[in-house]
Each structure stands twice: as structure tokens, then as C-alpha cells.
Nanobody
């Protein structure tokens, strides 16, 4: 099976920076898309940024120019560098992996929409 584990959340002052990391584990062959989503209290989960295995990125308008997503295909990891953080960035951040090819008992499967457990990011003075 496939598991995602995030790290790097915490409390930071407005204008500060944080870096989130996510590692996918399992008998993974490839992951087409990895990304970050967030959910603030009382709000729906929303896309923050995604990156394909070829390096194509997509960002929410609210984070463009402040956040940078990157990945290491060989290590099945994705990172989110968050700069110039604002109080409205406060949320639980979730790592996502989609179209994951992996082996289980010698069979090759393609799974969709795997999620990490989430990591809290709080931006406050």
C-alpha cells in the first residue's frame, strides 16, 4: 500500500517562512502528480499547489509568488516552501499523491488520491 507522511508545520509570525515535506512510502514505481492542499477551520479543503512528475506546477492564486513546490521523483518526496506567510495561510496542510503506480504481491496497481495525515501551519503574531 501507499502511505504519505508530512512534516514541517508549526507556528510562525506573519512574514515568516516554513517548509513542509512529504514522503510517500510503499513499493512505488511512479507518482504522476503530487501536491499540497489546505483546510482552514470552517472552510473546505482547497488546492495550494501541485507538481507533475515532469515538473509542471500549478498554484492557487492566493499563494503565487510566495510558495514554491518541488519534488524528488527518485525519493517520492514533495516539498512546499512557504515565504511571506500571512495569517490567512493558517490551516492544516495535507499532502496528496495521485495516479500512483505500485507493486503489491507482484502485481502492478494504479491508485488514486492518497492523503497524508495533515500538518498544522499557524501564522500569528
Amino acid at each position: 500500500q501507499v502511505q504519505l507522511v508530512e512534516s514541517g508545520g508549526g507556528l510562525v509570525q506573519p512574514g515568516g517562512s516554513l517548509r513542509l515535506s512529504c514522503a510517500a512510502s510503499g513499493s512505488i514505481v511512479s507518482i504522476d502528480v503530487m501536491g499540497w492542499y489546505r483546510q482552514a477551520p470552517g472552510k473546505q479543503r482547497e488546492l495550494v499547489a501541485t507538481i507533475t512528475s515532469g515538473g509542471t506546477t500549478n498554484y492557487a492564486d492566493s499563494v503565487k509568488g510566495r510558495f514554491t513546490i518541488s519534488r524528488d521523483n527518485a525519493k517520492n518526496t514533495v516539498r512546499l516552501q512557504m515565504n511571506s506567510l500571512k495569517p490567512e495561510d493558517t490551516a492544516v496542510y495535507y499532502c496528496n499523491a495521485d495516479l500512483v503506480r505500485y507493486y503489491s504481491r507482484s502485481y502492478l496497481y494504479t491508485g488514486r488520491d492518497y492523503w497524508g495525515q495533515g500538518t498544522q501551519v499557524a501564522v500569528s503574531s
